[in-house]
């Protein structure tokens, strides 16, 4: 998939490159070299877990992503020349896409902001017909189909 990656604070300046779409990376990662080229700073490290078990440890920043009409900003892991340009979780919800595993295709997924009912107070959606209570726990939830589950 070709995506566009640049640095938050020069959104204007990018360079297009082809991720591998990857349904369980939490974080994109782009090759360091690029990151630098476009003044993307790294803010912290962070360690990984490979499928192996051995532990790597990688620089993270922030890097500005746009995908056809689509921008967003989302962490993004320096790349060392062994990695896969790969493109995340993170990113894809910052670009408010999702992905369907098994059409293998990108969706738009529905943005939800809550409405403020005053200071401090948000306005509760309906409630769904349907609810689920556990007396025992005393738990109570309820499903909305818009939102998911609340507790």
């Known amino acids: 998939m070709r995506l566009r990656v640049g640095n938050v604070a020069r959104p204007e300046v990018t360079e297009e490159l082809d991720f591998l779409v990857d349904s369980g990376a939490i974080y994109s990662v782009v090759p360091t070299e690029i990151l630098s080229r476009l003044g993307v700073q790294p803010l912290a490290e962070q360690e ?5 078990g051995t532990r790597i440890v990688r620089k993270k920043g922030v890097a500005f992503f746009r995908y056809e009409d689509r921008v967003g900003g989302a962490d993004v892991i320096f790349g060392e020349p062994e990695d896969a340009v790969l493109l995340g979780a993170f990113t894809l919800e ?3 896409l999702c992905l369907d595993p098994l059409r293998r295709e990108l969706l738009p997924v529905p943005m939800v902001l809550a409405a403020w009912s005053g ?3 948000a306005v509760t959606p309906p409630r769904p017909e349907g609810r689920i209570r556990d007396t025992g726990k005393k738990l109570r939830a309820s499903l909305d189909s818009e939102v998911g589950w609340r507790l």
Request: net charge positive.
């Open 48 to 52: 990984f877990r490979l499928a192996n």
């Open 94 to 96: 910052a670009l408010g």
């Open 119 to 121: 200071p401090g107070r």
